[in-house]
């Protein structure tokens, strides 16, 4: 059984499990909670619960684990959709509307946005989905004792990883880069970065859209730089293949425990991980992903959406309530959160890294989304499918010594096939 499988039974038996509790708290005659499944688990799920327990009325919060969309689909199926769910991929929000699964919302007078996430959550000129929590996709960490000038441009990050992975081959020193690269989604992280910063204006839309060609040349583009770095002799703690079988977790350990790699391109939830198992007093600090210009490129950013089931008016209201910047103080006070909400004030941050990137979401001068979370269908990918797998494929081949130009051939004909099978894009 495959892994993408056995995640799947896992949602499959325990939407069972959450739907056979549900129809058990219908027979009591006190009115049922609010019913809330998140993706979140462990320190996130304990936040989230301490913010709707600032909520009016009962509210039940179930984890539905990383495949929610597999979840989702069998609690629909059995007729036991919760009232609400938060949901880590746009696409999935516009996918269930029109599926006639959710009902309209509308938001709270304070929710605002910044560019380019405000229509994301939209079907045929309606809203079912509002932003609930925000992801900085744009960011590398470091130690500064480990590297004290970071790069600014992408030329001087490639000049760097040569020059440190040199040195790592000797055994002289850390690798220069750790990469989760068993986590496909890390790996169209930096393809998206990438493509932002080399795409000419409204491409990037286009393919979000399904109106590019995923075999142009701003994709060509993206991928010849990525091989530029990636196939490096020496970039990563041993060697690329050990890097495929490197989960995103143990990535960020190699930086922060183990001192196995200089630096660690992911989200700002990197200190989510990184304060568990950081050895020593020296906190680890970030620098913006390097583009042609010393300004950098687009902003990358993620988040997740909170949506209500039809037929559940609690539900909106719920949601209403979620969309108010102010209903996340707790996670806010708490440390390890981004609101999607720039009305929110910066000195409501207690946590310093995520002020500053709170401030970048107000000043950036492009932002663009998480290009594979808007993707239809399959070709957005999961573990083993889809833009993940493509990524994972194009990796393998650049760390095996394929060349750039062979690998990006392959890598775009996949893609441009993929995006043919899901209706997106040719």
């Given at each position: 059984m495959t892994p993408a499988v056995r995640l799947r039974r896992r949602a499959l038996l325990r939407a069972a499990a959450t739907a056979g509790a549900t129809a058990l708290a219908g027979c009591s005659r006190a009115e049922p909670s609010v019913q809330v499944a998140v993706v979140w688990s462990g320190g996130e799920l304990a936040r989230f619960r301490e913010v709707v327990a600032g909520y009016g009325g009962g509210v039940q919060v179930i984890s539905a684990g990383n495949d929610i969309d597999a979840f989702l689909r069998a609690?629909?199926?059995?007729?036991?959709?919760?009232?609400?769910?938060?949901?880590?991929?746009?696409?999935?929000?516009?996918?269930?509307?029109?599926?006639?699964?959710?009902?309209?919302?509308?938001?709270a007078a304070s929710y605002a946005l910044p560019p380019n996430m405000t229509d994301l959550l939209s079907a045929d000129g309606r809203r079912y989905g509002v932003w609930v929590k925000a992801a900085h996709k744009s960011l590398f960490w470091y130690f500064p004792s480990m590297l004290p000038e970071p790069p600014r441009t992408w030329d001087q990050l490639v000049r760097l990883t040569r020059r440190l992975g040199a040195r790592a081959r000797t055994g002289d020193g850390p690798?220069?880069?750790?990469?989760?690269?068993?986590?496909?989604?890390?790996?169209?992280?930096?393809?998206?970065?990438?493509?932002?910063?080399?795409?000419?204006?409204?491409?990037?839309?286009?393919?979000?859209?399904?109106?590019?060609?995923?075999?142009?040349?701003?994709?060509?583009?993206?991928?010849?730089?990525?091989?530029?770095?990636?196939?490096?002799?020496?970039?990563?703690?041993?060697?690329?293949?050990?890097?495929?079988?490197?989960?995103?977790?143990?990535?960020v350990i190699q930086l922060v425990h183990h001192r196995r790699a200089t630096m660690l391109f992911e989200a700002d939830f990197v200190d989510d991980v990184g304060r568990r198992f950081r050895r020593g007093p020296e906190r680890p600090e970030t620098f913006r992903f390097p583009g042609a210009r010393v300004a950098g490129g687009p902003l990358v950013v993620g988040g997740d959406a909170a949506v209500a089931f039809a037929g559940s008016a609690r539900g909106a209201e719920l949601v209403r309530w979620l969309s108010d910047g102010s209903a996340f103080q707790p996670w806010l006070r708490a440390g390890g959160y981004l609101s999607p909400n720039v009305s929110v004030p910066l000195a409501d941050y207690h946590d310093p890294v995520r002020r500053r990137l709170a401030a970048e979401l107000r000043t950036a001068e492009a932002v663009r989304f998480d290009l594979s979370d808007r993707l239809p269908g399959p070709f957005t990918g999961s573990d083993g499918v889809g833009i993940w797998r493509i990524m994972q494929d194009f990796f393998a081949d650049v760390t095996d010594g394929v060349a750039a130009g062979e690998a990006a051939r392959r890598a775009t004909g996949q893609l441009a096939t993929a995006a043919r099978s899901a209706g997106s894009g040719r």
């Open positions: 609690r629909q199926l059995a007729g036991t959709s919760p009232d609400v769910a938060i949901l880590p991929r746009s696409g999935l929000v516009v996918e269930y509307a029109r599926r006639g699964w959710l009902r309209e919302l509308t938001p690798a220069p880069l750790a990469v989760g690269a068993a986590d496909g989604w890390v790996l169209t992280d930096w393809f998206e970065n990438v493509l932002a910063d080399v795409a000419p204006p409204g491409f990037y839309e286009a393919l979000a859209h399904g109106e590019a060609d995923w075999r142009a040349r701003p994709v060509h583009a993206a991928l010849d730089r990525l091989a530029e770095l990636w196939s490096v002799d020496g970039a990563f703690p041993g060697g690329g293949r050990r890097a495929l079988l490197t989960q995103y977790e143990e990535s």
